[in-house]
């Protein structure tokens, strides 16, 4: 299968600064990726290399396998994307900007489809208000019906989540998952919310310093590091002593009333068995985000 | 519909709904307005007291103070303003995109840059057309429909210059053109300003200061001034006044009118080279 995206050894630099380093990598059709790294590390400048934004200093970026340089106007029929915060022309409705975006995708549109698309992200009954009345989530809503208008193959999502609700990231996590699943997009989503990433995501590149540093199948990734788990028992020192004589000693990293542990993600479910059998009641269970664990041990270097 | 069709029609819609674009059209009423009521108010007065220096010369008979003069008493006072107000709209073309966001989505639809670019700036001298097309309306038809029609004493450096009424309406239309022309130089420059900056307020700033420190080189006899003169587009700007002498002076009207052209092409080139090479990485 072509691959959605491919960069090939591309670099951006201004002046001594080299913000992207030789990064190459490549996003499969009908994935979702996630896009990590930390601030810096020169996501936004790729994600607009992508979308031909920013000019790259060097190397080639391919997109449905042509390049970005002598294709353009092709391979930006078949994408769509927020790159960082949406922003409209705020003395217009919602449903003129709409018309705005498909006219300038060369697509002939109705009214229908417009209003069908504002239901899809929750906007339901809003098209004819002006942009300058909308809150940042309901902009961000927006954004995302902008990105859909064209039915894109591609959609690249840079911190979609920011100024969502509770709800607005949860109908977005569906409406994410809807497109991949029922109609095959590929999608390439920039987060900070690293739970969300590791929801969502079946594969993730992380860059660091403008270089790709990991790139692959996050449960493969994920699935030989440990995590952190926190245990509060009902009787520490009966808990104690019974871990201390068994072979979960072997994880123990900190006891007390709060007990520690470095394990494998797919062992806590025994731990949690096997004190329940030596009849040690556990208050409270929690681990920190595998994710959030495995990106900070990889960028702190 | 065509890609281009299809980019220009969006730029005809934003200028159309933007606000800031009926600010040049409510100024130019004002003015056209305030004026012709002094005129009318006063004119007659002011009138001899100009024409009483050459009352010993000439027997001045008829209605002088008519539509044609004060239309071109508009216009002069007007040269300074509607580049101004041109650049207001111009000038904050692609500047102002980018200072709103709103570029990242123009920039990232399968319209080339050259093609967004090239309707923005269509969609400017669409709008500096129709300053000029109000401008025209209120300061020659209104005026005509308040003062009447009559021959044009005109003073310039020559001297006095009396266009008869029945020889004047080419000569609006030439002058109309040649303002238009002149205007398009000032739209296309605040359009390649537009291009390097990422505010909106720069580029209208740097139109208004080039177009004074121009006018001051026009102004003054100065040898080393001298040589910049017939260079500078500021200085061809006011070839629509040429229409109004007797003979007209085709060929100075021409050069002008060359330079003119030059300097929009020249502008023009260089904003489509800036902005095919722009980041936008705000």
Known sequence: MTAAIHLNNVSKTYGNFTAVDHLSFTVRQGDIYGFLGPNGSGKSTTLRMIMSLIQP???????????????????????????????????????????????????????????????????????????????????????????????????????????????????????????????????????????????????????????????????????????????????PENGIAFIQQSAWHAYLQEQGSECRFAMPKTEISLLVRALSEAGIAINRIDYKNQLEEYFLKITQH | MSLFVATLQNEFVKTIRRPRSYIGFGIITFICLMLQAAFYQDGKEILSTVTAQIDSIFSVQGNILNGNLICFIVLQTLIVQMPLLVAFVTGDTLSGETASGTIRFLLTRPASRIQILLAKWLAGLFYTLMLLLVLGILALFVSRWIFGSGDLMSLNSEGLTIIRADDINWRWMGAFGIAFLSLSVVATYATLLSCLMDNSITPIVTVMATIIVFTIIGLFDIPSFDVLKPYLFTTHMIAWRSLFEDPVPYSDILFSCGVLVFHLLAFLGLAIYFFNRKDISN
Request: some cysteine; hydrophobic content about 40%.
């Open chain 1, 57 to 235: 200093s060097a190397g080639e970026i391919f997109l449905f396998g042509h390049s970005l340089k002598e294709n353009r106007k092709a391979i930006m029929q078949k994408i769509g994307c927020i790159i960082e915060k949406p922003d409209f022309y705020t003395y217009l409705s919602a449903t003129e900007n709409l018309q705005l975006f498909a006219r300038a995708s060369e697509l002939s549109f109705r009214k229908a489809d417009i209003d069908r698309l504002l239901e899809q992200v929750g906007l339901q009954g809003r098209g004819n208000d002006t942009v300058k009345t909308f809150s940042h989530g309901m902009k961000q809503r927006l954004g995302l019906a902008q990105a859909l208008i064209h039915d894109p193959e591609l959609i690249i999502l840079d911190e979609p989540n920011t100024g969502l609700d509770p709800q607005g990231i949860i109908d977005l996590r569906n409406l994410i998952l809807n497109l991949n699943k029922q109609h095959g997009k590929t999608i390439l989503f920039s987060s900070h919310i690293l739970s969300e990433v590791q929801t969502l995501c079946t594969s993730m590149i992380v860059i660091h310093h403008g270089k790709t540093i990991v790139q692959g199948k996050v449960d493969e990734l994920l699935s030989t590091e440990t995590v952190t788990v926190r245990l509060e028992l009902a009787q």
